[in-house]
């Protein structure tokens, strides 16, 4: 059984989707002061959060980066916004993926599942798989954290995910396709520029480590990590 925090302003719509995912065996708890958004989602601690972009006060995008402050669950958008910058504004921010309305509540639930299961379930990186170094680069995948020396920064699942494979085979071509099968199970529904803003900000991480140009993009085909760095240790 997972927690759901809906952010959703629409109360008609947050009742359906409560009494929709309740159905799944889920908790449900949704938003009741809008200028207590984050104290209400550390205190119920979800495992997932349903995020609307146009609420009182602030809206989605802020919430989202309030809420990353202090957890790596899945947040997933759900707005009337169609525009392509919307989305990536959403996934700029810390989001994981993006929903348009009006939509179908079945892929609602199944974009849902998908996220619990690479989060907590069936996908969920198993303890031999937890670490990971190449020259010096640690990444910590149970604690989400990328590190090289003294220097630390903080990740995303997907953002792990990526860096997770584009370590295991370093210097190797990994395929745009083999990227998406392994963040998202239903990735016939992933705009393909969500990849691009997602190695953008795995870029902006090993920045902040200090690290440029270590993911070389192979046009047509998918990325490359090529260790550029150096480790004081």
């Known amino acids: 059984m997972y927690r759901i925090f809906i952010v959703e302003d629409d109360h008609q719509l947050a009742r359906l989707l409560e009494e929709h995912l309740i159905r799944f065996g889920?908790?449900?708890?949704?938003?009741?002061?809008?200028?207590?958004?984050?104290?209400?989602?550390?205190?119920?601690?979800?495992?997932?959060?349903?995020?609307?972009?146009?609420?009182?006060?602030?809206?989605?995008?802020?919430?989202?980066?309030q809420i990353r402050r202090v957890s790596t669950c899945p947040i997933i958008f759900l707005s009337a916004r169609e525009g392509k910058m919307d989305q990536v504004m959403a996934l700029e921010n810390g989001a994981d993926d993006y929903m348009t309305k009006p939509f179908d509540y079945e892929l609602v639930t199944a974009k849902i599942n998908s996220q619990l299961r690479r989060a907590y379930g069936t996908y969920a990186i198993s303890g031999a798989e937890r670490t990971l170094t190449v020259a010096g680069l640690l990444l910590d995948s149970e604690r989400l954290q990328l590190s090289l020396d003294e220097r630390r920064v903080e990740l995303s699942l997907t953002e792990c995910r990526i860096l997770e494979e584009l370590m295991r085979r370093q210097e190797q071509v990994v395929s745009r396709d083999r990227l998406l099968e392994k963040i998202w199970d239903d990735q016939v529904f992933v705009d393909d520029n969500t990849l691009n803003v997602y190695v953008t900000r795995v870029r902006k991480k090993l920045a902040a480590l200090e690290i440029t140009d270590a993911i070389q993009t192979v046009r047509g085909i998918g990325y490359r990590l090529t260790p550029t760095w150096e480790s004081l240790t």
């Open 26 to 65: 889920h908790q449900i708890s949704s938003v009741t002061q809008w200028d207590r958004v984050y104290e209400e989602c550390l205190a119920y601690d979800p495992h997932l959060v349903l995020m609307d972009v146009n609420l009182p006060r602030y809206d989605g995008y802020y919430w989202c980066r």
